[in-house]
């Protein structure tokens, strides 16, 4: 329990900020869609060198970022817009993920993939977690204020040229590094839920870019005390625990929230 919870720690400080940025440049469900990018390369390391927290974190890392690649090349050649690209990957990465496990692995290593293992994470899980929120921390602090800005006015990276470009790199790169660190806690089906469900939550209590990334580190702590809690007690399989506590405090900020939430909406009415 305490492994899992300092894994947590490290997925709600790397991951949660970045899902605020993604919420509000409308691309919540190209997170969804990296996240399951990542699964054709973790097959593939698991394929040749079995459950080795290495070679799977390489090869996810690597398959995220040529899906993020492919994406922005089809985007910038064709007419598909750039959620959609993602939507096509993200169906092509899950069916080929599915397929290389199920060629040598068996029904129990195909749920440890897609569905995580959060209360078996060992040393190596737990330092890669640690450094991949570090290099997220300080990397986010580089490229804070054009994300900030791009944020607000969606045309500025691109007038911005290649420092723009650069900015939605390393933007990309962290996406992809804490999904492949969430992988293993939470596996490739609800990986996500730390980068999407905190930041919403958020949104309804806080204005400002920062405060709300603050806010959403601390959602996305709080749900996972409350969901390993409710695993260790109740028996309940350690990630949907988790996701549905995270979901629980979005349905009630939601509800309750100081800005756009239905109360504050009907206070407004009234």
Same mark, same amino acid.
């Given at each position: 329990?305490?492994?899992?919870?300092?894994?947590?720690?490290?997925?709600?400080?790397?991951?949660?900020?970045?899902?605020?940025?993604?919420?509000?440049?409308?691309?919540?469900?190209?997170?969804?869609?990296?996240?399951?990018?990542?699964?054709?390369?973790? /097959? @593939?390391?698991?394929?040749? %060198?079995? $459950?080795? *927290?290495?070679?799977?974190? #390489? =090869? &996810?890392?690597? +398959?995220?970022?040529?899906?993020?690649?492919?994406?922005?090349?089809?985007?910038?050649?064709?007419?598909?817009?750039?959620?959609?690209?993602?939507?096509?990957?993200?169906?092509?990465?899950?069916?080929?993920?599915?397929?290389?496990?199920?060629?040598?692995?068996?029904?129990?290593?195909?749920?440890?993939?897609?569905?995580?293992?959060?209360?078996?994470?060992?040393?190596?899980?737990?330092?890669?977690?640690?450094?991949?929120?570090?290099?997220?921390?300080?990397?986010?602090?580089?490229?804070?204020?054009?994300?900030?800005?791009?944020?607000?006015?969606?045309?500025?990276?691109?007038?911005?040229?290649?420092?723009? /470009? @650069?900015?939605?790199?390393? %933007?990309? $790169?962290? *996406?992809?590094?804490?999904? #492949? =660190? &969430?992988?293993? +806690?939470?596996?490739?089906?609800?990986?996500?839920?730390?980068?999407?469900?905190?930041?919403?939550?958020?949104?309804?209590?806080?204005?400002?870019?920062?405060?709300?990334?603050?806010?959403?580190?601390?959602?996305?702590?709080?749900?996972?005390?409350?969901?390993?809690?409710?695993?260790?007690?109740?028996?309940?399989?350690?990630?949907?625990?988790?996701?549905?506590?995270?979901?629980?405090?979005?349905?009630?900020?939601?509800?309750?929230?100081?800005?756009?939430?239905?109360?504050?909406?009907?206070?407004?009415?009234?």
């Amino acid at each position: 329990m305490r492994r899992a919870l300092a894994g947590c720690v490290a997925l709600s400080v790397g991951a949660a900020p970045l899902g605020t940025i993604l919420l509000l440049r409308r691309m919540s469900l190209v997170g969804d869609a990296m996240a399951h990018a990542i699964l054709p390369g973790a /097959a @593939l390391g698991y394929l040749l %060198f079995g $459950l080795s *927290l290495p070679a799977m974190a #390489v =090869g &996810g890392l690597l +398959a995220g970022l040529l899906v993020a690649a492919l994406a922005g090349l089809v985007t910038r050649w064709t007419a598909l817009r750039e959620d959609a690209s993602f939507a096509a990957f993200y169906l092509i990465s899950l069916a080929l993920g599915v397929l290389l496990i199920s060629l040598r692995g068996s029904s129990v290593d195909l749920l440890h993939v897609l569905f995580g293992s959060v209360l078996a994470l060992d040393d190596t899980a737990l330092l890669l977690g640690a450094g991949i929120a570090t290099v997220s921390v300080f990397a986010l602090a580089l490229v804070y204020r054009p994300l900030a800005v791009e944020c607000y006015d969606p045309g500025f990276l691109r007038l911005m040229g290649r420092q723009g /470009a @650069l900015a939605h790199g390393v %933007f990309m $790169l962290l *996406l992809v590094l804490n999904l #492949v =660190g &969430g992988f293993h +806690a939470l596996g490739t089906l609800m990986a996500v839920a730390f980068v999407v469900l905190p930041a919403a939550a958020a949104r309804f209590w806080a204005k400002g870019l920062g405060p709300q990334m603050a806010l959403a580190a601390a959602v996305a702590l709080a749900g996972s005390v409350a969901g390993l809690v409710a695993s260790f007690h109740r028996g309940i399989a350690p990630s949907a625990a988790i996701t549905l506590s995270l979901g629980v405090l979005y349905a009630l900020s939601l509800a309750l929230g100081r800005h756009g939430s239905l109360l504050a909406h009907a206070r407004h009415g009234a």
